[in-house]
């Protein structure tokens, strides 16, 4: 059966320093069995992958005018190659040090969570551990922990509202002078 798409354009949420991904969300659960998402974005939503890979989307991202980026997200038949072996690969933080920092960000607005992590992180040595906690799981930030080589693992605590990451620095990593 041909599958159409819902598009849904989130560029101006997120140039207004906008966080869309509840709006992303409630348009995906509102697609019908044969309809698929066409999102356009100011860049490419790596961590939207996994999240809706797990709702048993494939996606096919392709770079737009101005570095932008249109993603098609399609119902897959079966589950998406990979997404869940990366659940599996998260770090095990058993061995991990106690927090050297804790920060509770939970009544601030996007990005500022994002940009006050961040900013922390900057400062702390290789090695050592943060803590945060936030009032949505920050879809933003994985990219840019990535990018700096720093390892996380996160969830909702049983509350359902509040989401505690935990973010080890990585190697190289040198505080601020």
Sequence with gaps: MPQTFVDLDVRPILRGGGEPFEKIMQTVDALAPDEGLRLYATFKPVPLFQVLGRKGFAHEAREIEGG???VLFRRAEA???????????APDTDDWPEPAQ????R????PEPMVRILAALETM?????LQALLCR????L????????HAWQGGFEPD??????????GEGQKPAA
Excluded: C, H
Excluded at 125 to 129: A, K, L
């Design 125 to 129: 040595e290789s090695g050592d551990v």
């Design 68 to 70: 932008d980026w249109e």
């Design 142 to 149: 994985f990219p840019e922990l990535a990018k700096r080589g």
């Design 107 to 110: 009544d601030l607005e996007p």
């Design 137 to 140: 799981e920050p879809m933003f």
């Design 79 to 89: 589950p998406v190659e990979g997404e869940a072996s990366a659940a599996a690969e």
């Design 102 to 105: 804790q920060m509770d960000n």
């Design 160 to 169: 359902g509202t509040t989401y505690k990451i935990l973010v080890r620095v």
